[in-house]
């Protein structure tokens, strides 16, 4: 069964601070994803990945890096927290031959005090 | 620019009662077009898909979406409603070109009375 795990569900940050949130996925798939999901706004990319080392700006990706050192795993780092970056992050993942079809982890609800 | 609009922000229907969900896309092209669903606390699952071909297309929990192309839409719609589809729906675009991004709508909250 296709499985995307993200490192936490909730996590509480304080403004400043540096956040890394991880996902893994065990698809052997080439792409992964990081959207940031607000009420009204739906799901915005934030960064993608489609190989390992690999990274390309989504339409939001102020603020956000990202590391993929392995093909499993994707993270999305906030080097300085702020309180805008209150919200959903959704990991996802797809293979390069069918790579519109994403499969998505559980989420982490971020929130920056 | 691309995009996809929802224009129900929230919908409430009775149990067993039909349902349809509303969703219109802006693209030059034949989009290749998606319907998600996230239940509370989960993440999103894909419900069904359009490439080409059939307009209507069926996909899991009993759901099946048609593809209007004159009316740039994408309508989910279910005969039969079951409590446990009270979640939230997203229409979603490709665009294509690079990567294959997909394009969210805002998305729709179903509620479901007993």
């Known amino acids: 069964d296709v499985k995307v795990t993200q490192s936490s569900r909730y996590l509480v940050k304080r403004t400043g601070e540096k956040v890394f949130l991880e996902c893994v996925q065990d698809?052997?798939?080439?792409?992964m994803f990081w959207y940031r999901q607000d009420p009204g706004l739906g799901l915005r990319l934030i960064y993608f990945?489609?190989?390992?080392?690999?990274?390309e700006k989504g339409d939001i990706p102020e603020g956000y890096s990202v590391s993929r050192e392995k093909k499993e795993r994707f993270s999305l780092i906030l080097e300085s927290a702020s309180t805008n970056q209150t919200s959903m992050y959704l990991c996802?993942?797809?293979?390069?031959?069918?790579?519109?079809?994403?499969?998505f982890g559980p989420g982490t609800r971020l929130t920056v005090t | 620019a691309q995009s996809v609009t929802q224009p129900d922000i929230h919908i409430t229907v009775s149990e067993g009662a039909s349902l349809e969900l509303r969703c219109n896309y802006s693209?030059?092209?034949?989009?290749?077009l998606f319907w998600y669903v996230q239940s509370p606390g989960q993440g999103l699952q894909l419900l069904l898909k359009?490439?080409?071909?059939?307009?209507l297309v069926q996909g899991i929990k009993g759901f099946e979406a048609e593809f209007k192309r004159s009316q740039s839409s994408f309508n989910l719609r279910k005969p039969s409603v079951h409590w446990s589809d009270a979640a939230e729906y997203f229409c979603?675009?490709?665009?294509?070109?690079?990567?294959?991004?997909?394009?969210f709508g805002a998305g729709t909250r179903l509620a479901v009375h007993p």
């Open positions: 996802a993942s797809s293979s390069l031959a069918v790579s519109y079809e994403q499969y």
């Open positions: 698809m052997d798939h080439e792409n």
């Open positions: 990945s489609y190989d390992v080392k690999m990274k």
């Open positions: 693209y030059g092209a034949t989009p290749y």
């Open positions: 359009y490439f080409s071909g059939d307009t």
């Open positions: 979603a675009v490709v665009l294509s070109g690079g990567y294959n991004k997909l394009i």
